[in-house]
């Protein structure tokens, strides 16, 4: 809505005398938890994982600009296998939310998530799954549509960052 003044001057009174500049509206409407802000907090999380030794893969729920849940990996802390990221942020969430359900909830996770954690995103009906690198190797998306039909699903979403810290921690476990 336009900001009206007092009239003054003649000017009609239902035109407003004061026009904001557009492109200062344009910035004004700038979201600042976007997709990009949401990713970095996943890789934050990755980030968390790999200081702790474990593989870095980070994950965050979110809905709308609420946090719902986050975690990262946790597979050698916890001596369990099914300790993913994603497990744990999907955990997180429902108990915030009080909800099994995630229907308007979206996950962003660094790596493409796997066939396990695809089912538990499938049971939970996330509306929507943002991931960053591909997993060509144990990816859940070349065994076909295990999510929900109602999940929103984007790949490779600043898959580089994602890639360049598994890359790292891999190469730096090697030379060990
Ligand atoms: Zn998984």
Same mark, same amino acid.
């Given at each position: 809505?336009p ?5 003054t !001057?003649?000017h009609?009174p239902?035109?407003p005398?004061?026009? #904001?500049? $557009? #492109?200062?509206l344009?910035?004004a409407?700038?979201?600042? *938890?976007?997709d990009?802000h949401w990713?970095?907090q996943a890789?934050?999380?990755a980030l $968390?994982?790999r200081d702790? /030794?474990e593989?870095p893969v980070g994950?965050? &729920?979110v @809905?709308?600009?609420?946090l719902?849940g986050? /975690?990262h990996n946790?597979?050698?802390?916890l001596?369990?296998v099914?300790?993913h990221?994603e @497990?744990q942020?999907?955990t997180a969430a429902s108990?915030?939310?009080? !909800?099994?359900?995630?229907? $308007?909830?979206?996950l962003? &996770?660094?790596l $493409? #998530?796997c066939?396990m954690?695809?089912?538990a995103?499938y049971w939970s009906?996330i509306g929507? &799954? &943002?991931w ?6 144990? /990816?859940? !998306?070349r065994?076909? #549509? ?5 999940t ?5 979403? @600043?898959a580089?960052?994602?890639a360049d810290?598994l890359?790292a *921690? *891999? ?6």
């Open positions: 809505m900001i009206l003044l007092h009239d !001057s003649g009609r239902d035109r005398l004061f026009q #904001p500049f $557009e #492109p200062f344009n910035v409407m700038l979201n600042p *938890f976007d990009a990713m970095r890789l934050n999380q $968390e994982a702790a /030794g593989v994950a965050v &729920v @809905m709308g600009q609420t719902l986050k /975690g946790l597979t050698e802390r001596h369990d099914t300790a990221a @497990m942020a999907i108990n915030h939310l009080g !909800s099994k359900y995630l229907t $308007e909830a979206t962003f &996770v660094t $493409e #998530p066939v954690c695809a089912g995103l009906q929507r &799954v &943002v960053g690198a591909h997993d060509p190797k144990r /990816g859940f !998306s065994h076909g #549509p295990l999510l929900h039909p109602k929103v699903i984007e790949g490779g979403f @600043m580089q960052e994602s810290l890359q *921690f *891999f190469r730096a476990r090697r030379r060990r």
